[in-house]
């Protein structure tokens, strides 16, 4: 249904101090609130004339009549009608000013709506948006929020010339890059983003395979389906193989159990994005890995939400099980890439996204089909390397260790016990489909990409561990690093041209340039960390990228 013609809608002018307006009260099919307003700002109320409401389906001579006569509109309102189902109704507001000859004036207008809730196509529950913690969710606050816009307009304006003001006057950046750098922010907005208030716990479809009492509050509110009931009843211990960071040189246990409390400075709520337009999954984490320095450098509070929403994800399983004989069966899941069944989420995976608008966001996550991305290899490094990066961000804030610290651990852990040579220590691609971001494309063994990420993660956790006061940790990812650091280097290092191989297989693309190879060291350089391999090493590949994906590649763009 074409809700400007359903009927019941009704037009009011309002005035709120300097500011007057008229405030449109939508109908909508499914009853949510939905308000718009126009406004001006003026000192003198006799300048700004109304028109309260007018039949869009006419001329508008009753609008533009007197306007284009005298500058002003009739001021006809105080009506209080409401519209008939097949009427679609508008409204319009004026200022009139004087202008001296030869000066100038302008007059700012501000267009509002409020639409305070959200709904997604499989969710049982509304959410909030964010800006309701401000100015409420009755659905009544577009007027309000156009006031707000007319008031601080150009105290804005202000912040943002001060906040783009030394990039723009730095003579050392180009001006495409200054271009580029702003205005491709634009997609936090416009990228299909959506930021509420909180999330209230839902009857989700995974359960925890640790310890219900082991994990964050959250998450065990979250994993609750029958409340405090099925809160008391725990559930298997965390499938992950010993390692050797898991006992202390008297074998005493010292691995901590996921982390007990999850708290933030700053509640800011949950923010969403999609992918694109053409691929409908929000967060993508293998892309967000490296979008998110837009939000880590300008909005760290919210990058670090983002954070750890996937980390509630990480212990949880879409598979129930064995005794939760109740338990609905997982729908079917079926894999494109072979046509094969499969499990959507897997325990201590990371997933590829948080899901979807036509399901239920935060609730079913992965929605991405092609492969499973329970195996691939450069997830949970990802995850790793953003946690690192948000906390160097952050100061080093101990509070953010203390929430994400230990999924990490268990995400390193994991990947060592199943997809890493253990004398190398260095983590392998299986070769036999593509198991990381890059879903076109194979690779085997030792990578360039993958390899990378993963020096870089041991380098990064030797700092966690060393800053969380983990010292036995701390040991063993530095034996992890040398040995995978000497493991990278002699398998895929080309002296002749100078750069690290795609991989150590004999394939004809395994002599392959890719640029990737630079993901783990940049990360390394962004957050202060020492470099893995020695610093000529990577220069020179650096340049070879350059020289070859970039230059060697035409005009079109730079090559992967």
Avoid at 125 to 148: E, I, K, N, Q
Wanted: aromatic share 12%; hydrophobic share 40%.
């Amino acid at each position: 249904i074409n809700a400007e013609y359903m009927g019941g809608h009704k037009n009011a002018v309002f005035h709120d101090g300097r500011v007057h307006g008229v405030r449109l009260l939508h109908s909508t099919p499914n009853r949510d609130p939905l308000t718009f307003a126009i406004a001006t700002m003026s000192s003198n109320p006799e300048r700004v004339t109304f028109h309260e409401r007018f039949l869009t389906s006419g001329n508008g001579s009753e609008i533009w009549g007197p306007f284009s006569e005298h500058g002003r509109l009739a001021n006809q309102w105080g009506v209080n009608a409401v519209s008939r189902a097949g009427e679609a109704v508008g409204a319009a507001i004026a200022q009139s000013v004087t202008v001296p000859a030869g000066a100038c004036s302008s007059v700012a207008f501000a267009l509002a709506w409020d639409a305070p809730v959200v709904k997604f196509g499989l969710s049982s529950h509304p959410y909030y948006r964010r800006y309701t913690t401000f100015h409420g969710a009755d659905g009544d606050a577009a007027s309000r929020l156009a006031a707000v816009a007319l008031q601080q307009a150009r105290g804005w304006a202000r912040d943002i010339d001060a906040w783009q003001r030394p990039v723009l006057d730095d003579p050392a950046l180009p001006s495409w890059y200054k271009a580029t750098l702003f205005n491709e922010l634009y997609f936090l907005v416009e990228g299909g983003s959506v930021w509420v208030v909180d999330r209230k716990a839902t009857s989700r479809q995974y359960w925890g395979t640790t310890p219900v009492s082991n994990l964050p509050r959250t998450t065990r509110q979250s994993l609750s389906r029958e409340g405090a009931a099925r809160e008391e009843t725990p559930v298997a211990e965390p499938d992950v193989r010993p390692s050797s960071f898991d006992r202390d040189t008297q074998g005493r246990s010292v691995s901590p159990p996921f982390c007990t409390h999850y708290r933030t400075e700053e509640n800011v709520g949950h923010f969403l994005y999609l992918e694109g337009m053409e691929y409908l999954m929000f967060n993508t984490y293998d892309v967000h890995f490296y979008a998110s320095f837009a939000l880590a450098c300008n909005w760290p509070a919210i990058e670090l939400s983002i954070q750890r929403d996937f980390s509630e994800t990480i212990a949880e399983s879409s598979v129930p099980p064995p005794d939760a004989a109740d338990a609905p069966q997982p729908s079917k899941w079926c894999f494109l890439d072979n046509g094969n069944p499969g499990v959507r989420k897997r325990h201590l995976a990371v997933p590829h996204d948080l899901g979807c608008p036509t399901e239920a966001p935060w609730d079913k996550v992965n929605i991405y089909c092609i492969h499973d991305t329970a195996n691939w290899k450069d997830l949970p490094l990802k995850f790793v390397l953003a946690t690192y990066r948000d906390y160097d961000l952050s100061g080093r804030s101990r509070s953010v260790l203390a929430d994400l610290y230990t999924y990490c651990l268990h995400l390193m852990q994991h990947a060592f016990a199943n997809h890493c040579d253990k004398g190398a220590c260095i983590v392998l691609n299986d070769g036999t489909h593509p198991d990381q971001t890059y879903d076109a494309w194979s690779c085997s063994g030792i990578t360039a990409y993958t390899g990378g990420l993963w020096i870089a993660c041991c380098q990064a956790m030797v700092r966690m561990s060393e800053d969380y006061d983990q010292p036995h940790h701390a040991a063993t990812f530095r034996q992890w690093l040398a040995a995978a650091s000497t493991a990278y280097s002699g398998a895929l290092w080309d002296e002749t041209l100078g750069y690290f191989r795609y991989d150590n297989s004999a394939s004809p693309q395994s002599t392959s340039i890719m640029s990737d190879q630079m993901a783990g060291p940049f990360y390394c350089l962004a957050t202060g960390l020492p470099l893995p391999i020695p610093e000529a090493h990577y220069r020179r590949a650096l340049r070879t990228v350059f020289e070859f994906n970039v230059v060697r590649f035409g005009q079109l763009a730079a090559a992967r």
